[in-house]
């Protein structure tokens, strides 16, 4: 696998789209490119931030916060 | 393209804030920007790490309607969306001294496990067929704009997304259906072909050009921002 075949690859990694027998193909190329073929991959997640951020935020019930910090505190608490 | 524009701040400012170090250099995201001097995502993790329920809070004030936007995308449940937002805030705090600033951003990382709680929830309770229909639902009803008493934040927010969404949109209707049965309902190439009908070979390359032009689209975005 080249590199550019291994861009592509790494962009359907990061959404969980590689087939099993790909993604073993994919990790034998990736421990081929190294520290390269890592920072590719890094910069591909920024395709997950873009598909959330491409979405009409949506609003959470104000209970939810609420319960959450309650929870936070519990924890710290125990 | 004009870029993003900076309202000037009209906003209540929150009753106790965590102050902390100014946003430091950091990796160019496609996240929206933030006030001058307000903590960068990266402080807030690291205040999180530290045990900082503020900065938890504040990462809530922040990212809660993107994060519930992208799980209510996958499940098409209100109300088990705001159960699993909850959870995941919560994993969030919990799971925070797993975050390393090297391998990516703070949002990016938020994302990820969101989809895969959300994925994971869709498939457990194995609801494909009603939540196709509410998708489908949604599709029709869908308002194009989000205007409720939209804040700093909210607006510098909404022009991230139009830009976002003009990348992907500019994408062929077939692979922009291809990366959205991927990406919201966590299918294989295999469930995608089945699903459309459509051979292998064709969703393979269908996914493969749609995220090299939506990624080639977020690095100019990138510039504009």
Known sequence: MNFNEFQNQARLYVIGALEPEELEEFETARTKFGKKGEEFISKCYALHEAFALSLRPAKASSAIKERLMAMVKAKQQA | MEPPKVIASTRRKPKKRVRLSKSRAQPRSVAPQLEPGAPSDFDLMKAIQAGDPDALSQLYDRYNGILKALILRVIHNEAEADDLLQEIFMEIWNQAKNFSAQKG??????????RRRAIDGLRKKQAYARAEER???????????????????????????????????????PQQQAIDLAFFRGMSQREIAAKTNTPLGTVKTRLELGLKKIYDGLKELRDEL
Not at chain 2, 146 to 159: G, K
Request: glycine share 4%.
């Open chain 2, 105 to 114: 951003k703070p949002l990016g990382w938020m994302v990820t496990l969101a």
């Open chain 2, 135 to 173: 998708l489908q639902n949604e599709i029709e009803q869908q308002p194009d704009a989000w205007v409720h008493n939209a804040t700093e934040e909210e607006i510098v927010l909404s022009d991230t997304r139009a830009l976002i969404r003009k990348v992907i949109k500019g994408l062929p209707p």
